[in-house]
């Protein structure tokens, strides 16, 4: 049995996002908790309240313990880019492009990760 959780239109790029998951998964929910806490990283603190929503939505289902799940698939993918202008030099503008990410975390119980 898996839960997952998702998290969309989040203001950060797909690439620093990317960075924070990639040190999750494959981790036991406490350890990676612990990684997110102590993680310098800005994204850190939105993917850390996603896998206490991955958790809370493994607990619904019967017989699953928080204690014993792992973070078994994490990804994230590219959402809408907001398209700003910034006034520049002799009347021109450059454009700037806020990012954002789509987020999905897979908790597993230990064993049946794949």
Known sequence: ???RATLKHVRTSPRKMRR??????GQH????????????LGASKDVDKLLKSAIAN???????????????RAWVDEGPTLKRFRPRAYGRAAKVRKRTSHVTLVVTPMGEER
């Open 1 to 3: 049995m898996e839960a």
């Open 20 to 25: 924070v998951v990639d040190l999750i998964r």
């Open 29 to 40: 929910v406490v350890e990676a908790q612990r990684i997110l806490r102590f993680s310098p």
């Open 58 to 72: 493994a607990e619904q289902q019967p017989g699953i313990i928080a204690d014993n799940l792992v973070v078994a």
